[in-house]
Nanobody, 121 residues
């Protein structure tokens, strides 16, 4: 069974930094894209950043030049380095991965449990 486990959330002051990690565990054949989404209570979940297996990344306009997504394919782990954090970055951050569970099964979406990021003085 595939699991995505996030870590690294917490409370930080405006202008500070945090680094989120997302590790995929269990038995699976391959990982395609990995991404970070965030959601504020009462609002839709939004994509923050996505990275392909080859390392190409895309970002939401609101986080460009402040956030950096990366991944370690050998460790099946993705990271989100968040700098110059703003109060409006406060949300629950979710890891997403598109994974092929076995060679015979198609690609599927998997989600982590979410980690809270709070930016406040």
């Amino acid at each position: 069974q595939v699991q995505l486990v996030e870590s690294g959330g917490g409370l930080v002051q405006p202008g500070g930094s945090l680094r989120l990690s997302c590790a995929a565990s269990g038995s699976f054949f391959s990982i395609n894209t990995m991404a970070w989404y965030r959601q504020v209570l009462g609002k839709q979940r939004e994509m923050v950043a996505v990275i392909t297996s080859g390392g190409s990344a895309n970002y939401a306009d609101s986080v460009k030049d402040r956030f950096t997504i990366s991944r370690d394919n050998a460790k099946n782990t993705a990271f989100l380095q968040m700098n110059t954090l703003k109060p409006e970055d406060t949300a629950v951050y979710y890891c997403n991965a598109v994974i092929k569970p076995t060679v015979l099964v198609g690609w599927r979406d998997y989600w982590g449990q979410g980690t809270q990021v709070t930016v406040s003085s």
